[in-house]
């Protein structure tokens, strides 16, 4: 892993332009200079950015506060929080076609910024919206899917809930074997590999490790969002980004 980059990578807040009267969705963006891909990244919760401190979001959420760690395993990182005219980020609205076009947007943007392949990073709720998005907009789009934390109760629109058969491009799916999140049961995410029976190549890995959960046990500082294991989790999705196998 990179211990610096290069003077010329950037940070930067902006939004893209959703069509409807005040909706933007915010976007946290992160170059690399050596990328060669494109990680947009879909925090869950309510993902919103939390307040802004030096100009950074301060999003706990596993993979918000994360974003650093992907920008120096080699990736340009793309965050996008909850569109401006919403005040939550409901598992229904998460599959609706509306924010598939959302999601579709941030793929064109990210494709014109950085002229990469673009791979779908979903942590908890944001699962449901980069599976969602993977069975809607096809293969031409992206060029891979990781799902962390995955949502898989049926009534929350979790992931074997949707028609993962459809999906067509790679897959890895990463828990917490100690995740106590109702609805991110660690044995039924294992199950997720065995739906995408279209996908060139997917792959569950289950983690055991870090320390110190706290508070909710569905929200980021326990289990569920990798508690004190960001770097290790970051650095198992990178290296299959780069190498995906079985």
Not at 57 to 69: E, I, V, Y
Not at 84 to 97: F, I, P
Not at 223 to 243: A, C, D, P, R
Request: aromatic fraction near 8%; hydrophobic fraction near 35%; include cysteine.
């Amino acid at each position: 892993m990179a211990s610096s980059l290069e003077s010329w990578a950037y940070e930067k807040f902006t939004a893209v332009d959703l069509g409807r009267v005040n909706a933007t969705a915010p976007l946290y963006v992160l170059s690399n200079p050596s990328a060669k891909a494109t990680l947009i990244l879909l925090p869950g919760g309510n993902a919103d950015t939390g307040k802004i401190a030096e100009g950074k979001p301060n999003s706990q959420n596993f993979l918000a506060r994360s974003k650093d760690l992907f920008q120096l395993e080699g990736f340009n990182v793309v965050v996008m929080f909850r569109p401006t005219d919403l005040t939550d980020l409901e598992t229904e609205y998460r599959v609706s076609k509306q924010h598939v076009q959302e999601i579709q947007q941030v793929i064109r943007f990210a494709k014109n910024e950085f002229n990469h392949p673009v791979w779908l990073v979903g942590t908890s709720r944001g699962t449901v919206s980069a599976t969602a998005s993977a069975i809607q907009s096809g293969d031409a789009e992206i060029a891979g899917l990781v799902l962390s934390s995955s949502v898989t109760t049926k009534k929350n629109q979790g992931v074997s809930s949707q028609d993962i058969s459809k999906i067509k491009v790679p897959v890895l799916v990463i828990h917490h074997q100690n995740d106590e999140c109702r609805i991110c049961n660690p044995d039924d995410a294992a199950q997720i590999t065995k739906g995408l029976t279209s996908s060139p190549i997917s792959k569950f890995v289950l983690v055991s490790g870090g320390f110190g959960p706290s508070g909710n046990p569905c929200e980021a500082k326990h289990w569920h969002g990798f508690i004190n294991y960001e770097n290790e989790t970051v650095k198992l999705i990178s290296n299959w980004i780069k190498n995906p196998s079985t």
